[in-house]
């Protein structure tokens, strides 16, 4: 008998498996908050637009990240059902998901996935799909991190101390990762599995301007917002969905959990606090990989 995908996979499934914007759940502009929420030193004002039927939204960035009063430039987005797209791409909307999606709080077992869920994971991770499916829009993204240019994002990097190892972040993350570092290490003092996985840990890898393997789109890499923490052993176990399909073509996504290599449970709690989702919870699994997505925690953690 085929076991049955419990209703939050299943929400998860529906939420993940978007092949365009017109297929998303309707995201209305009530929404905007949590992305107010997530980022309080950017000031947004909306307007409906009746000729464009949507709401057109003025996001004000301070030159200063932190300095909501101080100088800054301003973007407009019209809200495009959550994706904050320019008027120039609204006849493209079908291309893009909303930027809130949903990411779960705990981590789904493989082992629950259901034939057609399987099916429909080998389908999002296709080479087609990947190539010329829907993704995520980055305009508010290149708005917010200055990143529109290679040289305008660069001028945003800073060389850091990363729980040990020296990396390239955007200046927005310094703070944040800041707090996660000072967490992990006082956690350590008492937690002997996040003691090793610290004294595992072979580099923390955030900035690299590039686009993501098979797709047409940057990496949040190329942000700097994004961090790989790679361990130097892996015990024999997969952390990444191409590098295990290239082993394990069709049953790369079935690979249990205990199989797979990933930071204590301690350790991705204490990122998500802090605003970062974790690769690890995505049907296609990264797990050495963090992003910063606050508005994305604020949406599915504190509704």
Known sequence: MKKRA????????????RITAQEAPKMGIGNLKYLEKAYPDL???RRYDKVMQD?????KIPDTPG?????????????????????????NADKYWPILYGYQKEL????????????????????????NGAGTPMFFFDALYD???????ESH????????????????MIEPLGRVEKRIYALAESNEEVKSFLANLKSNDAYYWRIIAGTKRKSFHSLGIAVDVLPKKLGGKQIF?????????NTWMLIPLKDRWMPPAAVIRIFEEEGFIWGGKWVIYDNMHFEYHPELIQFNFYK
């Open 43 to 45: 000031t947004f004002t």
């Open 6 to 17: 419990s209703p939050i996979i299943i929400l998860i499934f529906l939420l993940i498996f």
């Open 55 to 59: 709401w057109l939204i003025t996001v």
């Open 67 to 91: 300095d909501k009063g101080g100088k800054g430039h301003s973007e407009e987005f019209y809200w495009a059902n959550g994706s904050m797209l320019p008027e120039s791409e609204i006849k």
């Open 157 to 172: 990097i800073k060389r850091i101390s990363f729980l040990g190892n020296l990396t390239n972040v955007h200046e927005r």
């Open 241 to 249: 969905w191409s590098w295990a399909r290239d082993k394990y073509p």
């Open 147 to 153: 990143s529109s240019s290679r040289a305008r994002l």
């Open 108 to 131: 789904s077992d493989p082992a629950n996935f259901t034939e057609e869920e399987r099916e429909r994971i080998k389908q999002f991770s296709s080479t087609e799909n990947r190539q």
